[in-house]
């Protein structure tokens, strides 16, 4: 189940990230991609003891599913076990890292801060700012689902540079 070690890697072109990947299950309305985690932290010195790296360590080599709206790219004859590449506009993961981390942040200071101009104290900033977090946190998940189908942000399937219908038996 080797996806060619050697090929893997998140790249960027035309403004893409890309990631190799195997079709693993097809529907009439889905399909279903399997990707493998790899090391990110090889070339660093620090790897061995830094949390990334811990991460990386145990998290290597997982296989990871996707779930592909089947209009986003290679329209026709694909089936199971065919290498593919994702790829995904490197603006709308800038845009949705952002709103994933700093839309709970900034909930959770003005909540903190609203709590304590309410109730005059720290368990006013405290319960004010687990009020603001949790606010945070359901407003990025109502935006994920409000948006879920939206082309802009879904991968796009294509094939492997180089590769013509491989199938993985």
Do not use: M
Not at 65 to 82: K, T
Not at 131 to 153: E, N, Q, S
């Amino acid at each position: 189940n080797d996806l060619g070690a050697s090929y893997w890697r998140c790249r960027e072109t035309r403004a893409d990230l890309t990631e190799p990947a195997t079709i693993g299950a097809l529907d009439e309305k889905k399909i279903w991609v399997e990707t493998h985690r790899q090391g990110t932290c090889n070339a660093c010195r620090a790897s061995t003891t830094c949390g990334q790296g811990l991460v990386n360590r145990l998290l290597l080599g997982r296989v990871h599913y996707l779930r592909i709206n089947r209009a986003a790219g290679l329209a026709g004859d694909i089936a199971i076990g065919d290498r593919v590449e994702l790829s995904v506009p490197q603006g709308a993961v800038l845009r949705s890292s952002l709103l994933v981390y700093l839309l709970p942040l900034v909930l959770l200071l003005a909540g903190a801060l609203i709590g304590e101009w309410c109730w005059a104290g720290d368990p006013g900033a405290i319960v004010g700012g687990f009020v603001g977090l949790l606010a945070g946190f359901g407003l990025v998940r109502l935006h994920a689902r409000l948006r879920c189908d939206d082309p802009t942000l879904q991968p796009r399937l294509s094939r492997l540079p180089g590769v013509s219908a491989v199938r993985v038996e």
